[in-house]
């Protein structure tokens, strides 16, 4: 199982809109729409921001959302705010071996 | 409200094994998927295996398989991961936190977390 590409950062000051990627194949990405992401903060556990690309859990804030186009998957977070600075990982349901998941690398995000 | 209370933090030496447990409460335990996850230090996240709770099934990352040992005690409500530490690796290289992790909606989403298991692997 090979990762999932993604920046390994991005900045953005306060207010403004950022996005991050997260490329894999047509046997994760591209081939279901089970893509996940996930906040961490320092020393925490990951926290689930959106799911089946594009659905937000509740309690988590409309400044987030996600999207796909083939075999990319994207997370936006609009109005930035200091709060939001954190790493971010992407994953993906994949079909080798069956029913498993595959992580991206993981993007620093820092709000300037 | 669901919480999963993973155990205490643990030191190995190389060769050795270790159980690690997630005590999972406020759902129905049986209805969902747990998963395991785990983090070298500085790293990302790895995505080591997945039990069914209901029937015991589980799957485990090529990474993981034959090495990791994922099961439930559902009288319990807990989840466990055995991981046999590397004996070809006089390195740290088993050195992570881990993290038990329930289904969410789809499935291969994670809900809720653990607060994460130190394991540090040292000679």
């Known amino acids: 199982q090979s990762a999932l590409t993604q920046p390994a950062s991005v900045s953005g000051s306060p207010g403004q809109s950022i996005t991050i990627s997260c490329t894999g194949t047509?046997?994760?990405?591209?081939?279901?729409?089970?893509v996940s992401w996930y906040q961490q903060h320092p020393g925490k556990a990951p926290k689930l921001m959106i799911y089946?690309?594009?659905n937000r859990p509740s309690g988590v804030s409309n400044r987030f959302s996600g999207s796909k186009s083939g075999n990319t998957a994207s997370l936006t977070i609009s109005g930035l705010q200091a709060e939001d600075e954190a790493h971010y990982y992407c994953?993906?349901?994949?079909?080798?071996?069956?029913?498993?998941?595959?992580f991206g690398g993981g993007t620093k995000l820092t709000v300037l | 409200q669901v919480q999963l209370v993973q155990s205490g933090a643990d030191v190995k030496k190389p060769g050795a094994s270790v159980k690690v447990s997630c005590k999972a409460s406020g759902y129905t335990f049986t209805s969902y998927g747990l998963h395991w996850v785990r983090q070298a230090p500085g790293q990302g996240l790895e995505w080591m295996g997945w039990?069914?709770?209901?029937?015991?099934?589980?799957?485990?990352?090529?990474k993981f398989q034959g090495r990791v040992t994922i099961s439930r005690d559902t009288s319990a409500t807990r989840g466990y991961m055995e991981v046999n530490m590397d004996l070809s690796s006089l390195t740290s290289q088993d050195t992570a936190v881990y993290y038990c992790a329930r289904e969410g909606a789809s499935g291969y989403d994670f809900e809720y977390w653990g607060q994460g298991t130190l394991v540090t692997v040292s000679s």
């Open positions: 994953s993906s349901y994949t079909r080798s071996p069956p029913l498993g998941v595959v």
């Open positions: 089946e690309v594009t």
């Open positions: 039990i069914n709770v209901g029937n015991g099934d589980t799957n485990y990352s090529p």
């Open positions: 047509g046997s994760d990405v591209g081939g279901y729409n089970y």
